[in-house]
């Protein structure tokens, strides 16, 4: 999608506005598999796409593989 200056428009932040302006989530312009349309999921959840992977925590006494 273009602004009204001709330049593109990021997709994250198109969603953002879509969802401050009350538009449903199936409002989406951006085809079904497409890189924007994720982008743009992710400005209306407010939330990364790809979040860091939890870490999970060491059990008390594990090993750390090292020979004793």
């Known amino acids: 999608m273009r602004a009204l200056d001709?330049?593109?428009?990021?997709?994250i932040l198109q969603?953002?506005?879509?969802?401050?302006?009350?538009?449903?989530?199936e409002a989406c312009p951006y085809a079904r598999?497409?890189?924007?349309?994720?982008?743009?999921i992710e400005g209306y959840d407010g939330m990364p796409r790809?979040?860091?992977?939890?870490?999970?925590?060491r059990r008390h006494g594990a090993s750390l593989g090292q020979d004793s």
């Open 50 to 57: 790809d979040p860091a992977p939890t870490r999970r925590p």
């Open 15 to 25: 969603g953002a506005r879509a969802r401050s302006l009350g538009r449903p989530k």
């Open 6 to 11: 001709g330049s593109r428009t990021d997709p």
């Open 33 to 40: 598999a497409s890189e924007e349309r994720t982008a743009w």
